[in-house]
């Protein structure tokens, strides 16, 4: 009984099958949302795109260096889990760094001479939106004051009257008016200053400040008499700040190497796992069976990710999984079956052809100096011709337009609907990489009888439509669930176009 499953599993290459599914689950559970969680833990945005151009280009240089040390050591599955944990290794000590530390907005609670009061500070443009639009999950802005209005005791001496505290809220007409003659604060050295804000008290939050003056007979009505000194902040942290503390620019770098270094790792993952499945399979043709999977896994594992966030609203959900599911898959790959006689078979392969070069090796050199030109050095020329041809220039027009396309898209989107919609944007990635998984199955599968009916051209005009449908309605869509339907053009984009370009490739 044992011996027919163990037939089984080999037969139906299962454990390779759950090598791609948890390989490629794994970074699911933390990759798409990676750059939501940079943002969160204060790095700017101009940081993050730092970030990310490293990481293409880091990769470009190491795949070839690794895969070159996986196919002349045969070892494989050894390589593989460990780039994989030393991934992982990276990525738990990033997790665990502190976030990136900045002073508060400092400002100033002032009385003009109509009696009425507004809280005047200086901030940057973003200030009146990013917490306004996270009101619906918790952000409210909030404001620290310590009173200026000195009260006399019976003692006769000056004693600073108490520190408050109170919210207040941010609307379209504060957002519009960039009121440039307001006197702010009088020493706000640690503020980025952009726009100077003054936001009115409401009458609520006015009675409640008066009550925490003694004296309400000294409080002057004199032009812009500042009252009260006040930090200005929002209960998420790292939406509303000045500039940042002393010696944080440490911990961006160390943000970024970690990133980097253990992106790159797990893209060495990806391809040395690319060459498992060859070196475990008897015919190559079987590979696209397996790699299915990882597919289904990235989709499924990002979604659950999303679904068991939006319970406990927690980034440590994401770190679990991708500990928990890197895990599963060193373990998985380590009883994938690496078949042995390969090596040996292309060996006695070679030794056969040799023998079959060395007879006819006195005509082919009698041949090659027949046809050898005097001079044989590589000319670029020989290219040139090429790019003539209109399924070379398509072939190239759509390899270019792929890889700049999510190169350049991919890590700002995600980005993009956490700046439009926070309170859901977790949700909605898990969504996206649950829909783009799923359309790419599904494309996988009939890429090749699709190609063979439409043609090649037609096939890539459809994927070029399917390109300006898709960045047409990123521009132009400003509800993040009306981007959902958007991720079916991943069918087109990815799947049909993957399939396209192998082809065209080996045609060219």
């Known amino acids: 009984m044992s011996k027919s499953s163990s037939s089984l599993i080999h037969r139906y290459y299962l454990i390779l099958k759950a090598h791609y599914f948890f390989s490629y689950a794994s970074f699911a559970a933390f990759g798409p949302i990676m750059n939501i969680i940079l943002r969160s833990r204060g790095l700017s945005d101009v940081e993050i795109s730092y970030i990310n151009l490293a990481i293409p280009f880091s990769v470009f240089f190491t795949n070839p260096l690794v895969g070159f040390l996986a196919d002349h050591t045969r070892r494989f599955r050894l390589i593989f889990n460990i780039a994989l944990c030393l991934g992982t290794i990276l990525f738990i000590i990033m997790f665990f760094l502190p976030s990136i530390k900045a002073y508060n907005i400092h400002g100033g609670l002032y009385q003009t001479d109509t009696m009425e009061y507004s809280l005047n500070f200086c901030a940057n443009k973003q200030f009146a939106t990013k917490c306004a639009l996270k009101s619906q999950c918790g952000c409210i802005y909030q404001a620290n004051c310590t009173s200026l209005i000195m009260r006399k005791n019976n003692a006769d001496m000056n004693i600073s009257d108490k520190s408050f505290n109170f919210n207040f809220t941010m609307n379209s007409t504060y957002i519009k008016q960039k009121h440039k003659n307001v006197s702010s604060t009088d020493d706000n050295e640690h503020a980025i200053c952009e726009i100077n804000y003054r936001v009115p008290i409401e009458k609520y939050t006015k009675d409640k400040i008066l009550d925490s003056f003694d004296n309400k007979h000294v409080l002057s009505s004199s032009k812009s008499t500042k009252l009260a000194k006040c930090d200005v902040k929002c209960s998420t942290d790292h939406l509303c700040h000045g500039s940042r503390f002393p010696r944080q620019t440490i911990y961006v770098l160390l943000y970024a190497f970690l990133?980097?270094?253990?992106?790159?790792?797990?893209?060495?993952?990806?391809?040395?796992?690319?060459?498992?499945?060859?070196?475990?399979?008897?015919?190559?043709?079987?590979?696209?069976?397996?790699?299915?999977?990882?597919?289904?896994?990235?989709?499924?594992?990002?979604?659950?990710?999303?679904?068991?966030?939006?319970?406990?609203?927690?980034?440590?959900?994401?770190?679990?999984?991708?500990?928990?599911?890197?895990?599963?898959?060193?373990?998985?790959?380590?009883?994938?079956?690496?078949?042995?006689?390969?090596?040996?078979?292309?060996?006695?392969?070679?030794?056969?052809?040799?023998?079959?070069?060395?007879?006819?090796?006195?005509?082919?050199?009698?041949?090659?100096?027949?046809?050898?030109?005097?001079?044989?050095?590589?000319?670029?020329?020989?290219?040139?011709?090429?790019?003539?041809?209109?399924?070379?220039?398509?072939?190239?027009?759509?390899?270019?337009?792929?890889?700049?396309?999510?190169?350049?898209?991919?890590?700002?989107?995600?980005?993009?609907?956490?700046?439009?919609?926070?309170?859901?944007?977790?949700?909605?990635?898990?969504?996206?990489?649950?829909?783009?998984?799923?359309?790419?199955?599904?494309?996988?599968?009939?890429?090749?009888?699709?190609?063979?009916?439409?043609?090649?051209?037609?096939?890539?005009?459809?994927?070029?439509?399917?390109?300006?449908?898709?960045?047409?309605?990123?521009?132009?869509?400003?509800?993040?669930?009306?981007?959902?339907?958007?991720?079916?053009?991943?069918?087109?984009?990815?799947?049909?176009?993957?399939?396209?370009?192998?082809?065209?490739?080996?045609?060219?």
């Open 259 to 508: 990133i980097v270094i253990g992106l790159n790792l797990c893209a060495n993952a990806t391809t040395i796992g690319t060459s498992i499945g060859f070196a475990a399979l008897h015919r190559s043709n079987l590979f696209g069976r397996q790699r299915v999977y990882g597919t289904m896994g990235f989709g499924l594992c990002a979604f659950i990710a999303s679904r068991i966030y939006a319970h406990f609203k927690s980034d440590y959900i994401y770190i679990f999984m991708f500990v928990a599911s890197s895990i599963l898959t060193v373990i998985i790959t380590s009883f994938v079956h690496i078949r042995s006689d390969k090596h040996n078979t292309e060996k006695s392969n070679q030794d056969d052809l040799s023998v079959i070069e060395e007879l006819n090796e006195t005509s082919i050199n009698e041949n090659e100096q027949k046809s050898k030109p005097k001079n044989s050095p590589f000319k670029i020329c020989a290219i040139l011709p090429l790019l003539k041809n209109f399924d070379v220039m398509v072939f190239l027009a759509t390899t270019f337009l792929w890889g700049t396309s999510y190169g350049g898209m991919d890590p700002y989107l995600l980005l993009y609907i956490d700046e439009i919609s926070p309170c859901v944007s977790h949700s909605i990635v898990g969504y996206m990489s649950l829909i783009t998984s799923t359309v790419e199955v599904i494309a996988l599968f009939v890429a090749h009888k699709l190609i063979k009916y439409l043609g090649t051209k037609i096939s890539s005009i459809l994927i070029f439509i399917a390109f300006i449908i898709r960045f047409t309605g990123y521009y132009f869509i400003r509800r993040p669930y009306l981007l959902l339907p958007l991720e079916t053009m991943h069918f087109f984009n990815f799947g049909i176009l993957y399939v396209l370009i192998a082809q065209q490739a080996l045609e060219i």
